[in-house]
């Protein structure tokens, strides 16, 4: 019977995957789910080696399980939460993670963290396991998620930290990193990476605030922040501008208040054909796109930053059709300006 089951849900993909194959509708989804497919075959042609063929099952194993896990609270912002696993219970950090997670979902966000021991475990009990996420990593070092979250939906085992680092940035709104070592660092930089020029010229990583969170008398970001500064920014391998990616702050409420303050007008971003589409929480004035044509010129690659209706390649977004927004043809230069762009307009959003 159990080969019967599968034999039968075997003919029924095989009659999907005719069908996707052999249909002539061009919609954006229905010419994805052909190139997956045909991406799959295409691993057969070119002969790869089992090794390669292993990575390449897991990976997109891992990323659509992960998506499906994510996608029912994909309207729920959320916050990634970095730091070291040794942080103790006992550690002041411990506590200031455990508040920040705690005023996050007060401000009506979800927290997503590594789910080991450590910053991970505080930012979870802070949040409580039904408002968090877990992102773990298979490690035989590791014992696997911290007992606050094992058993919930919301833990996604990955093998490979590139497909894990990919949904902490893919389905972040904001970034929290508290002090820790090589690996807290190497996502810190993966961010500050994915939110800059490198992914920027793809549209695929939008701007958000990145805090780094520091007790108050302490140097641990401060020190790295002088680096970044003496050498990144003075050797010219950073933009000044780039500096106002992220910002480092002592407090819990700050930090919570700093997150929510980001997202007072503006929304979300989108690249839609040569287009950035800018999502507002409210409607701009006049004087306000004046303001914004003036001050981020330098970011307009034609024409200028003007109000816009929904554009049709956003109807798979419909929950943000109604929002107004601002548009323009954005020269992908640099994600520092951008990102001051969307701190001006939620200054501006203020005076309204």
């Known amino acids: 019977m159990a080969t019967d089951r599968r034999t039968n849900n075997l003919e029924d993909i095989l009659v999907e995957v005719r069908e996707i194959l052999t249909s002539d509708r061009r919609d954006l989804r229905s010419l994805l789910y052909r190139d997956i497919i045909l991406n799959s075959l295409k691993c057969k042609r070119d002969e790869l ?36 696993a040794r942080v103790t219970r006992h550690s002041p950090y411990y506590r200031l993670a455990v508040k920040l997670g705690r005023l996050l979902v007060e401000n009506g966000f979800m927290v997503i963290t590594g789910a080991a021991e450590g910053i991970m475990r505080a930012g979870i009990e802070g949040a409580g396991a039904k408002n968090s996420f877990g992102a773990n990593i298979l490690l035989p070092t590791e014992k696997g998620p911290t007992g606050i979250i094992r058993d919930d939906p919301k833990v996604v085992r990955f093998k490979y930290f590139f497909t894990r680092k990919i949904f902490f940035v893919m389905e972040a709104d904001a970034i929290a990193l508290f002090p820790g070592g090589f690996g807290t660092h190497d996502e810190g930089f993966e961010v500050l990476t994915l939110t800059s020029s490198a992914v920027l010229q793809t549209g695929k990583a939008p701007p958000m605030p990145v805090v780094l969170m520091e007790l ?15 050498q990144l920014l003075g050797r010219h391998f950073i933009s000044p501008e780039d500096l106002s990616l992220y910002k480092i702050i002592h407090s819990p409420k700050k930090a919570a208040e700093w997150i929510r ?17 800018i999502r ?53 230069k640099s994600a520092g300006r951008l990102n001051q762009m969307m701190l001006m307009i939620n200054q501006l959003g203020q005076t309204i």
């Open 49 to 84: 080696d089992i090794l390669d063929l292993k990575v390449i099952n897991r990976a997109v194993a891992e990323f659509r399980h992960a998506a499906c896990v994510f996608k029912p609270y994909r309207t729920v912002r959320k916050v990634s939460m970095f730091g070291s």
């Open 261 to 277: 303050s980001y997202y007072s007008t503006y929304h979300s971003a989108r690249q839609v054909r040569h287009k950035l589409v």
């Open 216 to 230: 108050p008398g302490e140097k641990y970001w401060e020190t790295w922040d002088k680096f970044v500064r003496q």
């Open 280 to 332: 507002l929480e409210k409607e701009l004035l006049d004087s306000h796109i004046r303001k914004l044509n003036e001050s981020f010129r330098d970011l307009v690659e034609s024409g200028e930053i003007a109000r816009t209706p929904a554009l049709k390649e956003e109807e798979d977004e419909p929950e943000l059709l109604s929002k107004p927004r601002i548009a323009f043809a954005h020269n992908k």
